[in-house]
């Protein structure tokens, strides 16, 4: 029944700023854990950033202070601001919503974000 979609992704150059976004439906939105994931080619997905349904904030070393997350429980829906992006960005960009911190969640189907060198 859940269902994330995210949009935003595309090509951008390197110091160049994209705002993926994420809207999801079939929950009570406002519960959940919201996240964004990304995974480089042949790599595990990793973190990139998480907000908990009290507002409460987590970043990857690699994007703190250039990556915001933030969440609109009255559209259901999370953000991802990156600014000052590089080429080693470049991956595809996954929401997830979880419950718990121990649940997988649920997934959107991911939006490729490139950053050429």
């Known amino acids: 029944q859940v269902q994330l979609v995210e949009s935003g992704g595309g090509l951008v150059q390197p110091g160049g700023s994209l705002r993926l976004s994420c809207a999801a439906s079939?929950?009570?939105?406002?519960?959940?854990?919201m996240g964004w994931y990304r995974q480089f080619p042949g790599k595990q997905r990793e973190l990139v950033a998480a907000?908990?349904?009290?507002?409460?904030?987590n970043y990857a070393g690699s994007v703190k202070g250039r990556f915001t997350i933030f969440r609109d429980n009255a559209k259901s829906t999370v953000d991802l601001q990156m600014n000052s992006l590089k080429p080693e960005d470049t991956a595809v960009y996954y929401c997830?919503?979880?419950?718990?911190?121990?649940?997988?969640?649920?997934w959107g189907q991911g939006t490729q974000v490139t950053v050429p060198s």
């Open positions: 997830n919503q979880r419950r718990f911190w121990y649940d997988s969640g649920s």
């Open positions: 079939g929950s009570i939105f406002s519960m959940y854990t």
């Open positions: 907000i908990t349904s009290g507002g409460s904030t």
